[in-house]
């Protein structure tokens, strides 16, 4: 089988290239990234050799369908995308670039050369937020979608529009709608990283508002043994929710962590909410559970130390990101709030 994996020099992108790579080795793999802040090509150094490495945008049509003309795409694997939430209140643009219309430009070169399987990689984040109060209510595949930022608002109509390539022009589409990821090589702008990586430098922990909403917390590498049985044995046309069950109030993570690393609680800092900020995300896993027969292998509490000290093994890897670009960034976000 002959792969394409957008986004692949990025956080779930890449470890879902090591991941084929470990059980499917006889598939032939083609990376396609545009390195932005996120990508990160040193991620799948060594395994440069054995996969192709295209540096290309995936909103260039011209390039993208004369890559597809060239290699004979099997499957496609959508992971790029601009993916964090507080870049896309300062600029949601460049969000709706990529996440819309560079999807309908994969679709496009899909279907004129034949692809047989388009994946959407998308999130839990289409389905909006739901309340603090009611631990009864999960996101089901069926739960309307109502997005609350600018980056879920463009995750949500790159869904309807993959939903619409399958009803009017019969592309054989999957999507899978995921819960937060952790894991090895995440960009140390979300939460997890974030706090291992200025916990480890004894910098203050900026937590949003006072530290309650909730996330479901999945290891990647489950994300990823979902989304390849997804592709092989999912159904087409369908739309798959990923869970890991592990719901933490955001104050719970950082604390764990702060223990695991034996800091001192004084590193929190409490700053102002995100605006529009999604209380509670928590995903119903059950419909891939039944049909495909997948269940995730992390617990969280194995998984987050895991990570931590796959973070304090690999400083080489971020310290080179949070001593570059991403200090203005975090300065131009944090200061102030
Ligand atoms: P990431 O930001 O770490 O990586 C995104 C990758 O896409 C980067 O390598 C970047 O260079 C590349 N990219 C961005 N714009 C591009 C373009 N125009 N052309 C080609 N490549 C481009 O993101 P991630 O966390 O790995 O997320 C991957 C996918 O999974 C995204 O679609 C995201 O919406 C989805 N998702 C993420 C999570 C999560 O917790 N991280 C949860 C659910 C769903
Ligand atoms: P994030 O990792 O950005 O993922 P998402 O917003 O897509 O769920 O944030 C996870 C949670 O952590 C979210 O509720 C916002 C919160 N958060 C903080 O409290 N402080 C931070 O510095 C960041 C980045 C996130």
Redesign the pocket.
Known sequence: MKILVTGGAGFIGSNFVYYLLEKHPEDEIVVLDLLTYAGNLKTLQPVLDKIKFVKEDICDREAIFKLFSEENFDVVVNFAAES???RSIEDPGVFLKTNILGTQVLMDASRKYGVKRYHQVSTD?VYGDLPLDRPDLLFKETTPLHTSSPYSASKASADLLVLAYYRTFKLPITISRCS?NYGPFQFP????P?MIARALDDKTL???GE?L?V?DWLHVKDHCSAIDLIIRNGKVGEVYNIGGNNERA?IEVVKTILKALDKSESLINYVKD?PG??QR?AIDASYISKTLGWKPEYNFETGIMQTINWYLDNKSWWEEIVSGEYKNYYDKMYSGR
Do not use: A, Q, T
């Open positions: 964090h939430v507080d984040e937060n702008e979300k939460l997890i974030l900026p937590v949003y530290g909403n996330r955001n995100r900020h999604d995300y």
